[in-house]
């Protein structure tokens, strides 16, 4: 048997539409009035065909939904999802089958869970109410807690997602959050620092001087906050921004992206990855953008041609995900799929400064280094 045929494969559905676009969001969205999304489910369903002839055979360990907002899916459509990929690869025994959930559809809950999801993260963002609305939320602090609650009490795998490093926030508001989420016992809690992307309204506010974000300091100190609290919690930093209560809690479908593994992307502007430089080749693909040419697109042999990554392209992309993980990058790993190891001398000065641990087999991020994630990533990843 093809060994790649035993390699996690995981299924990645992007629902772009939400109910409306917050400030501060930069994924690829657009408002749900007016979606056709009866259309969008159906060019769902064809891409998965086409992809099915791209894999073959191969159970898929996870489903994530994600967006946008896939709680807005009608959950019939989300059955047909899953139906399909049961039908088309087959679903491993313990498969994860995950959707992010926003709180403003908490009543709908139910009927996602019948519909065969078995994880849900549930976007409750913040439990202040004003901070709620700064950041464009459908929904207040209440119905954040009372989405959790009805998600525990409908499936085992449940993650709360909190944003911290908010306009005006101050630690103890952070600590004090962050401490009623953690009293809850959830076993799952991903806690993102806001970031001001490019082309997004906060960019635009941030120019204009209506929106001051906290200073990098404040910033670093709620960082490092969060992973004594979560911790003392008895949550593992499992990656950068991702907390759980022992490896069954981690969100498998995210380890995949992490680890380099196979990921199938369907829906409007979704990626997907499969192979590797060793296995003749990695491969990337990247849907259309606007859900009317993605629907266009579906009625085609292909929606857009796949394209082969260079092994130095491959090792880059491993050593910029593989560094986000607690665990850090397999460096005999990278070496032997893409012939690649990390960048040595900036890896020898980091370890001098105590901000990675470089050891012959793997390069992982000291807490102190996790402060600064991304520039090392940078500076780690091959140049040629
Ligand atoms: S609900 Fe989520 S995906 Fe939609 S605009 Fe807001 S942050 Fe972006």
Redesign the pocket.
Known sequence: MNPAHCAPLGLYIHWPY?????P??D?N?YKAKGADSAALVDALLADMARWRQMTGPRPLASIHFG???PSLMAPRDIARVLEMADRLWGLEAQAELGLEA?PAERVRLGDIVSAGINRLSV?VQSLDDAALARL??DHDARAGLEALDIARSLVARVSADLIYAREGQSLEEWEAELSTILALGLDHVSAYQLTIEDGTAFARQVKRGTLVPPPEDLAADMFCLTQELTQAAGLEAYEISNHARGRDHHSRHNRLYWTGADWIGIGPGAHGRIGSHSGGGRIAHAAPLRPADYIAGSQQPIIAAPERLSALEEAQERVLMGLRITEGLDRTQLFALTGRDVEMSAANGFSADGLVELHPARVRLTRAGKLFADRIANELAPES
Not at 18 to 22: D, K, L, T
């Open positions: 939400c109910a409306r676009i917050c501060y969001c994924f969205v967006g946008g907002t926003n976007g464009g939320r």
